[in-house]
C-alpha cells in the first residue's frame, strides 16, 4: 500500500468515527489488545499502534506500517435508591454505549515513523427514565469527546525513543432535566458543541529487546462549547430557544508504564495520575433563555474533584506464532473522595477491574478480543440542593473487538 492510499483510508475512517459515544468520564478504551491487560503497559507494548493515544514514543516498537480498528461496548449498571424526603424511590441504571477507536501509522525510516489516532479520550453518558423520582436534578447527561491525533516519533538510540502527538479535539455535551413545579415545570434541554487543541508528548527507554519503561504527558484543555438551550412543556410560558454556553476543562495526566518478556510471559503494568483539582472545581451552564435570566443566567455544580490515580498490572502468554493470551486488574480511584461532590450526572466511585483477552495473528493480519468488569463499592450522590440518592451494585462491563492490518 502506497503513502496516498495510507492517507486516504486513515481519513475515512476518522471521519466515520466521529459519531461516537462514550461511558464514564476518563476513558482507557482506545486499544482492545490493551483491554485485555486492564490496560497495564499502556503505550509501550509493541502489539498495536495505539501507542498514538498512550505513548507516542512507543510507535517504533511497530516495526511495519499498518493500520487497525476497534470499538468497545461499555455497559453500565445499578440500582438506584433515594434518601432523605426520597427515601422508599427507587430506580435502575442500565445502558450501552460504544466505544470506536482508529489508528494508522506509517514508518518512514527505520528511526521515523507518523501516524494518526482517532479516539475518545474522555467520556461521559449517564441515562435515567424521564419520570424517574430525581429527574429535575437529571435526565439525560452525555459528553463526547473525539481526540482527531496526528503524531511522530523518532528512535534516537538503539535505547531511547521520544514521540509527541498533536490533538485537535471535539466535544459536543447534551444535558436535560426536568424543571420544578414552581418555575412551570417543563423541561431543560442543553446541547453545545466546540473545538479546542492538546497534545500528548512522551519518551521511552529499552534497558534490553525484553525490558523497558516509558513515561507521557498528556496536556490540559478548555474548551468553550456553545449551542441550543431549549425549555418546553412549561406551564408560565417561557417555552423557547435561547443561545447556552460553557467552558469545560479537561486535566492533564502522567503516565509511567514499564514491561519486562521473560521467555513465554511478557508482565506490564501502568500508573496513572490524573490533575483534577486544577480542572474541575465546579461546572457552570450558562443561558439567555427568560427562566435561566430569572435564576441569574447560569446553573452551577460544584465538584471539587480531588487528584487520582490509576494503577494496573497485566501479564501476557505467548503461547506460539498465532495465539497470545493475556489477563490484568487495576484500581481506578475516583476523583470524588466524598459523598458531597459527588453528582447524579457523576455518580463515580473507586473501580476495581478483572481483565481478560486473547489475539490471533495470521500472515498480515491480527484479531483481538478483550473483556473487562469493572465493581464499584456502593455510594452517594449528597450534592447540594439536590435529591440524596444511593447507589448500589454500581458495576460495568466492557467487550471489544478489533482488527488490524500490517502493510
Sequence with gaps: MNFKTFLFAASLLAITAQTAQAGGYQLNDYSVTGLGRSFAGAGIMGDDYSAIAYNPAGMTLMKRSG????????????????LGSAAGQKAKMDYYAPVPNFFAQYNLNDKLSIGLGVYAPFGLKT????????SNDAILSKLDIIDIAPAVAYKITDKWSVGATFIARYIYGHMTNSLSPRVGGGKSDFEL?????????????????NTRVGFS??????????????????AYGFNQVGTGWASPALPETFTLSAFHKYQKFG??????WTHWSQSFPEFTMKSDTNLFKLMGGKKTSIYNYDNSWTLTAGVDYYHNNNWTFRAGTGWDESPA???????????????FWLSAGFSYMMENWQFDAGYTHMFARTSKALEAGATPVKYKNLRSNIFGGQIQYKF
Excluded at 127 to 134: G, L, T
Excluded at 193 to 209: A, I, K, N, Q, R
Excluded at 337 to 351: E, Q
Design 127 to 134: 441515562d435515567y427514565k424521564s419520570n424517574w423520582f430525581a
Design 267 to 272: 508482565f506490564s503494568g501502568t500508573a496513572r
Design 217 to 234: 504527558w498528556r496536556m490540559r484543555s478548555t474548551q468553550q462549547v456553545k449551542g441550543d438551550h431549549e425549555i418546553y412543556e412549561n
Design 337 to 351: 473522595h466524598n459523598n458531597a461532590n459527588r453528582t447524579i450526572r457523576i455518580p463515580d466511585n473507586d473501580r
Design 67 to 82: 493500520m487497525q480498528a476497534g470499538l468497545t461496548m461499555v455497559n453500565l449498571k445499578s440500582d438506584i435508591e433515594g
Design 193 to 209: 458543541d466546540g473545538w479546542t487543541v492538546s497534545g500528548v508528548l512522551g519518551t521511552m527507554y529499552e534497558f534490553s529487546p
